[in-house]
């Protein structure tokens, strides 16, 4: 770093906000993970939600065929953003029986991560506030610290169902609000009335309310997640992100798309055609398939998740750990056991089981008490971390 005669940190090479990031917690955890798989230890690793299903197999002919085809090798051609937003719109009318202009109110995304991060430069001005829920998925309060506004968190409660108590911010004039259900972390859901209300928050107020929708899919025991556009009204202030990653298994593919109110989108569409220049044709083409086609598939993962899940529930019984009861998303929300400190307990269970989970302050000081499960690794690895926890378990057992 000190190379080229510039001391480091004498003139640091990275902008103030880069330099006001938290500290990453999860990288303590890799390295010690690191260290243990060094040594030998099988770490199961149980701390992401990174699918391990793999594509649809016809989605992944459909790509093959589209990487031969000359005309996706260029900057990606209008034609195919039409094609991939015309089947966005039809899977919300069949699947939410919500009607969309794909013209105006649906567009494409590099996967929702940078959609959620642009949306935030797009709305956000310097010193405007944003609620974000705590816990939460780091993206929005971060984006929102990129835009230079103001964060306030609102706390998911286990005693609300871990929504948000809107009735808290009546008073404030928030630019945008973000709202994540299925949830990552805490796995809660929100119902229609829920949205109702968040419908009626964003007219009071003014906010925009962002909807991440990345688990809608991710449902079990014949629960489906509804979309904040299906409430009436919610095509004036919620603006709703679907990505592909959980729902077909794809995360590396980065693809997703924003629906919704039409002034937001197109705020949206503004920002990312002055930083980037869209998904890449092939990718939107093949994903235009799978929405059409590759519901068996969906099916077909959700089977597998459904067993996982199950064997880890077991697992945590049997090791004297609470867990949130939800239908949906690839995690289990448990308690940390004994009061330990979620971090402490994480280390432990790295140290003593070869185990890693994802502490729940990592996610926001509201996630302190916690910690996250992930069923996105073999049922073998799920079984096996489930018989150490159950061994080590004498240490919280009393
Ligand atoms: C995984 C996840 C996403 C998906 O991000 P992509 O960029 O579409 O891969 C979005 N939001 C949450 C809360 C997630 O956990």
Redesign the pocket.
């Known amino acids: 770093m000190a190379e080229g005669g510039l001391e480091r940190g004498a003139r640091p090479v990275e902008a103030g906000r880069l330099r006001a990031l938290p500290p990453y917690l999860f990288e303590e955890l890799a390295r010690l993970r690191d260290e243990k798989a060094a040594a030998g230890v099988q770490v199961a690793d149980l701390s992401i ?1 990174d699918p391990d299903l793999g594509a649809p197999p016809a989605a992944v002919e459909a790509l093959r065929k589209y990487a031969g085809d000359k005309r996706l090798h260029r900057y990606t051609p209008a034609w195919a953003v039409e094609e991939f937003k015309r089947a966005a719109a039809a899977y919300m009318r069949g699947r939410y029986g919500v009607d969309l202009d794909p013209g105006v109110e649906i567009t494409p ?8 991060a642009n949306l935030s430069l797009a709305l956000v001005d310097p010193g405007a506030l944003a609620l974000v829920p705590d816990p ?2 780091p ?1 929005y309060a971060r984006s929102v610290g990129f835009a230079g506004g103001r964060v306030r968190f609102m706390s998911l409660d286990q005693s609300r169902d871990f929504l948000p108590d809107l009735d808290a911010f009546a008073g404030e004039r928030p630019r945008l609000m973000f709202l ?1 259900y299925p ?2 972390p805490t796995s809660a859901v929100a119902g229609r009335r829920f949205y109702a209300r968040a419908v009626e928050f964003g007219l009071e107020t003014g906010a925009c309310i962002v909807s ?1 929708a ?2 809608n899919e991710i449902t079990f025991d014949g629960y489906a997640s509804p979309s904040i556009l299906q409430v009436e009204g919610a095509m004036e202030v919620a603006v709703e ?1 679907h ?4 729902t077909y298994g794809v ?1 590396g593919w ?3 798309f924003a629906a919704g109110r039409r002034d937001a989108i197109c705020a949206l569409k503004t920002i990312k055609s002055n930083i980037d220049s869209g998904v890449p044709g092939m990718i939107l083409l093949a994903a235009r398939d799978m929405l059409e086609g590759a519901a068996g598939h969906i099916a077909e993962s959700l089977g597998e998740y459904a067993a996982r899940r199950a064997l880890l529930r077991a697992a945590l019984d049997r090791a004297g750990i609470a867990w949130h009861e939800s239908p949906a998303t690839l995690y289990l929300w448990a308690r940390v056991p004994g009061g330990m400190k979620s971090m402490d307990f994480a280390r432990l269970l790295l140290d003593r089981a070869g185990v890693m989970v994802a502490p729940g302050v990592g996610f926001g000081a509201g996630g302190e008490g916690y910690f996250r499960l992930s069923i996105t690794c073999p049922r073998d690895d799920i079984a096996a971390a489930g018989q150490r926890l159950e061994e080590v378990s004498t240490a919280w057992k009393t």
């Open positions: 939600g995304v590099i996967g929702t991560k940078e959609g959620i939460g998925y993206v994540n949830n990552n991440d990345a688990y992100f990505s592909f990653s959980k995360p980065r693809v997703g």
